[in-house]
């Protein structure tokens, strides 16, 4: 089952380097300077040198090693604005726009993920989701055959038997009322993140209704894209519609669909929206003593990903290793 040592062990095998969009947070920095200390990731920070070493400095953090590059001082800055005029070129993006738009530090940061000076991102402990996700969107796009970004939490307990429980849920930050289609989108992505993080994935495709026992368009969205979801992914053990408690419960998967391999053992969960996935990961971090690692961006070309505002160093580091193994 999960452990970070795991991801840690895949970057000692092949380090990575991260780009952080805010690099005179203090937060920043001292997340920074803990990945300094080993040789796994190698960290990117975006602003003025003489700026961001005094708030290393005064905030008592090491940050020597670490790469600073300044959007106003890059010496690569002219390939980088032809390079985002012909990423931007059916907006019409003129090389003063594009200078303009790449001294910000979010959409610099997206470039140079783009130009493969770095390969990842994480932004976001001063900007919002959206500040994060547009550039990556207009600039590093999707994976062929995606249509959208989605996002999943990884959610990690420990247990009696020493081992880490770890559950999947999408989409719990970005898409609103994703459709069918979507959906099916969003399963195929968290599979794979899943793997990555020790789980096995068998999913559940979440409703108020279990295989019938309920009526509406909610109900009947979730059923659709389950019954796509298998025909797209055969080898993935899906079931849906289907509530929750049937999804995890032995003894009600028994009542409720006992011929459901899936049943009474899911733990990868397909929520109909963002208010339900919204509200259902944080029941589990509150109430369930869940820890929560996320949102964790899929279907972009290249990992970016975003913090929250309220993140704090520790969130940073483990975020920044979760990133940068998704590479």
Avoid: W
């Amino acid at each position: 089952m999960f452990g970070f040592g795991q991801l840690i062990d895949i970057l000692k095998k092949d380090p990575k380097k991260i780009v952080f969009t805010e690099g005179t947070d203090p937060r920043i920095l001292e997340a920074s300077s803990r990945l300094l200390a080993s040789n796994f990731l190698h960290p990117i920070l975006i602003g003025k040198p003489d700026e961001i070493e005094a708030e290393a400095e005064k905030s008592g953090f090491n940050i020597r090693g670490a790469q600073i590059i300044d959007p106003e001082n890059y010496d690569r800055m002219d390939e980088m604005v032809e390079m985002f005029c012909e990423l931007r070129k059916s907006k019409g993006v003129t090389p003063e726009q594009a200078r303009q738009t790449l001294s910000q530090a979010n959409y610099f940061g997206t470039m140079l993920v783009k130009m493969g000076v770095a390969d990842s991102l994480l932004g976001g402990a001063t900007y919002s989701t959206a500040d994060t996700v547009r550039p990556a969107l207009q600039l590093i796009k999707t994976k062929p055959g995606n249509s959208i970004v989605s996002s999943c939490f990884i959610l990690v307990r420990p247990s009696a038997t020493g081992e880490n429980e770890v559950l999947a849920m999408a989409d719990c930050a970005i898409n609103i009322k994703p459709n069918e289609d979507e959906l099916v989108e969003i399963v195929g992505e968290t599979a794979e993140c899943a793997r990555i993080f020790g789980i096995d994935p068998q999913v559940a495709f979440l409703s108020y209704s279990t295989l019938g026992s309920g009526k509406g368009e909610d109900v009947d969205k979730m059923r659709n894209a389950a019954a796509k979801a298998k025909e797209k992914y055969p080898n993935l053990p899906i079931e849906g519609e289907i509530q929750f408690d049937a999804a995890v419960s032995p003894r009600v998967a028994r009542t409720k669909c006992k011929d459901s391999q899936v049943a009474g053992h899911a733990n990868t969960f397909v929520f109909p929206d963002i208010n339900a996935g919204n509200i259902g990961y944080k029941i589990a971090q509150r109430l369930g003593n869940f820890e929560a690692y996320g949102p964790i961006l899929l279907g972009l070309n290249a990992p970016v990903n975003d913090l929250s505002r309220g993140c704090n160093a520790a969130e940073v580091y483990s975020m920044a290793i979760i990133t940068a193994a998704l590479a």
